[in-house]
């Protein structure tokens, strides 16, 4: 009978296997909207300008946090861009197919507008939306939760904008594509389509950020100046998006380094001379395709002057560094939500880990982070619509690369973080940390990693003074006379002074800067246990191994509790 009743346990239904029962498991952090349930990016949209957006905002939110927006993204990044160089003839094709998963991705993002929003008042003959870039800065922070990848043409997009304003006639014809807001992901010249996006190509193998290495060649066609045809022969290294429907590329032209406008069409309606040579096997960001390509005497229209190739692009660059910092910090903010989820739910050693101080203290330190890097990001974008307002010109300026620097270095290590809080799960693809931790480097390093942002600052102080008294004075109007922020803009002072005889110095006071610059906006505008909490921790404080360390004394729980994601 004993075997016989043993062998009937053995045979019997397994309530795990069976899907009847999974205990002690949260509950999978998927149809949360992204706008509704973060608190700290509802009052920065509100205090930086953009309040009348928060209903369009939240319905983003839904859209952007949805389980089937999430899927699209694992879908679009397990499926990766792939090259089709030749047809089956041997002609040459230089196309490349992405998954439906990325184009539904762009198609949420361009309805949104976020490739466009800040510029229709161009084509309307407008004014500019007052708080437009911190309203399309919060769609994008949102969109990088949603899938990071896709939002490299969105963001290269609307920045081109910025550059073909140096080149007015040529803007004037292509505006109306570029407003549109929808997605045609059609191989066809951009003339013949509905909308239209634009990537960027500057690097070279021999120079990387050295673009005034560059070697290839830019030779005009029939008469040279801005809005002319010349002819490229040359190589690019990285060449982003390179299905979009053209390029800002940079090429030496007889007067120097210049910045061409590329379409992927030529003139008689033939494909362009641009050869994909391959695609980039990249670490992460793996649903958009990085190319390294030949210009065949590839045709390119002049933007601005012959020599003006730097100073005309750096105006994409410029938006593209304000797009790494909020992309970052709503990476962090995502991986945040997605730990602090888990502590709500799980229970070890008979009781929830949101309960448990260590496992709080953790989380509260990792949440001052994540708030300190959206007030400033916010802030930044902020500052872009200030337009030509001095101040808004100086913050710009000087803290874009301060605020890139600081806020995309720090989204590895809190990413890392957060997956320790969830354990083993956040190690496998399905929970979704695999993806945002292999996304997290790249925004450090795309468009000036930490030391070209570094030696920009020192730059800006030596050729502007000015500039930094600008915002030091609105740090200080921030501040409230606290003392340590008092003590903190000093330091930025002095040490700046030696950073300009001494480059070495120049990360330890951009880091200051920038901490000092969060320091300022929480104490204004957050609650006091989380400003009191982050200049007691940050400012001149030594390097951190870790998270967790140091908050003894403080508010962890409502610091904690402040940053939970609001779900229902």
Request: hydrophobic letters at 45%.
């Amino acid at each position: 009978m004993a075997n016989s009743d043993s062998t009937k346990d053995a045979m019997a239904p397994d309530p795990i296997s069976q899907g009847e029962q999974v205990l002690n498991q949260s509950p999978a952090f998927t149809d949360v909207n992204l706008f509704t349930s973060d608190t700290p990016l509802r009052e920065a949209v509100a205090r930086e300008g953009a309040a009348d957006a928060a209903e369009n905002l939240a319905a983003f939110g839904r859209i952007a946090g949805s389980a089937a927006a999430a899927e699209f993204g694992r879908q679009a990044n397990e499926h990766s861009p792939r090259l089709r160089a030749f047809d089956a003839q041997g002609r040459r094709l230089d196309r490349v197919d992405y998954h439906p998963a990325y184009h539904r991705l762009m198609g949420f993002s361009t309805a949104q507008g976020l490739h466009c929003s800040t510029w229709e008042y161009l084509a309307r003959g407008s004014y500019p939306q007052p708080g437009a870039h911190v309203a399309r800065c919060a769609g994008s922070y949102m969109a990088a939760q949603m899938e990071a990848g896709h939002c490299c043409p969105i963001t290269m997009t609307h920045a081109a904008v910025a550059t073909l304003r140096h080149e007015p006639v040529l803007l004037r014809s292509v505006l109306p594509k570029l407003v549109a807001r929808s997605y045609d992901p059609r191989f066809a010249p951009w003339q013949k389509k509905q909308a239209i996006t634009i990537g960027m190509g500057m690097t070279e193998r021999q120079g990387g950020t050295d673009v005034r290495t560059n070697t290839t060649v830019a030779k005009p066609l029939n008469g040279n100046g801005g809005g002319k045809a010349y002819a490229l022969s040359g190589h690019k290294w990285f060449l982003s998006a390179p299905m979009s429907d053209a390029f800002l590329v940079l090429a030496q032209a007889k007067g120097g380094l210049s910045c061409f406008f590329m379409p992927r069409f030529s003139p008689d309606g033939s494909v362009n001379r641009l050869r994909i040579e391959r695609l980039k096997d990249k670490l992460g960001n793996r649903s958009n395709g990085s190319a390294e390509v030949t210009f065949d005497r590839a045709v390119g229209y002049l933007v601005s002057e012959e020599g003006r190739g730097v100073p005309t692009i750096i105006d994409m660059v410029t938006l593209t560094r304000l797009d790494c910092a909020v992309s970052s910090a709503g990476l962090m903010r995502q991986a945040l939500a997605r730990a602090l989820h888990h502590a709500q739910h799980r229970t070890v050693f008979q009781k929830k880990l949101i309960d448990q101080p260590l496992m709080v203290q953790v989380l509260a330190d990792m949440a001052l982070d994540v708030e300190a890097a959206t007030a400033l990001a916010f802030k930044l974008a902020a500052a872009f619509d200030g337009h030509d307002d001095p101040d808004a010109t100086a913050y710009r300026r000087l803290m874009t690369p301060v605020t890139k620097y600081w806020v995309c270095k720090i989204a590895p290590a809190l990413i890392f973080e957060a997956m320790e809080c969830v354990g083993g799960n956040a190690y496998v693809e399905e929970g979704g940390f695999p993806l945002l931790y292999r996304e997290a480097p790249v925004n450090a390093i795309w468009e000036g990693s930490g030391n070209v942002m570094c030696l920009d600052v020192l730059r800006a102080v030596e050729r502007e003074p000015q500039t930094l008294e600008r915002v030091l004075a609105s740090i200080e109007a921030l501040s409230g006379g606290e003392q340590r922020l008092k003590s903190a803009v000093e330091g930025v002072r002095i040490m700046l002074a030696e950073a300009l005889q001494d480059q070495t110095r120049a990360r330890s006071v951009v880091e200051l800067l920038a901490l000092t610059a969060a320091g300022a906006l929480l104490q204004a505008h957050a609650p006091p246990a989380v400003s009191d909490a982050f200049l007691a921790t940050r400012l001149y404080g030594a390097f951190r191994h870790s998270y967790g360390v140091g908050l003894g004394g403080g508010d962890i729980e409502g610091i904690a509790a402040r940053a939970a994601p609001i779900v229902g």
